[in-house]
């Protein structure tokens, strides 16, 4: 049975590479797929450094590199980062970057 588990060992590599391209911005369904096709991808994309995506990461004010969105602390410098205000979309109310309007989401 080594077809079967090699499938599983794909499907495995697709789930874990889909959640590690999300977590660095980038695009988690081309990543699952290249990972489920060939499951070394994922050596490939673990050394990838993560890119800038709205929403997903941003630039840390004092060092640059690329952070997840929404993180108060830069995982590189440790620098704490001010808590950025957004504007909701819906109603116009500033709430915290990388959380919901507490009005508009019920
Ligand atoms: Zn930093
Ligand atoms: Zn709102």
């Known amino acids: 049975m080594i077809l ?3 499938i599983i060992i794909q499907l495995i590599a697709a789930a874990v590479a889909a959640f590690v ?3 660095k911005g980038r695009n988690w369904i081309i990543w699952g797929i290249a ?3 060939f499951p070394f991808s994922l050596v490939i994309l673990a050394f990838l ?3 800038l995506a709205k929403g997903v990461t941003k630039p ?3 060092c640059g590199r690329i952070i ?3 993180s108060t602390v830069c995982g590189y410098c440790k620098r704490e980062l001010p808590i950025e205000m957004v504007q909701c979309p819906r109603c116009g109310k500033y709430v915290p970057e990388g959380q ?3 009005d508009c989401t019920q």
Do not use: I, K, N
């Open 4 to 6: 079967t588990r090699y």
């Open 21 to 23: 391209a999300e977590r």
């Open 35 to 37: 990972c489920f096709l």
């Open 49 to 51: 450094p993560p890119v």
């Open 60 to 62: 840390c004010p004092e």
């Open 68 to 70: 997840r969105h929404g």
């Open 100 to 102: 919901s309007c507490p």
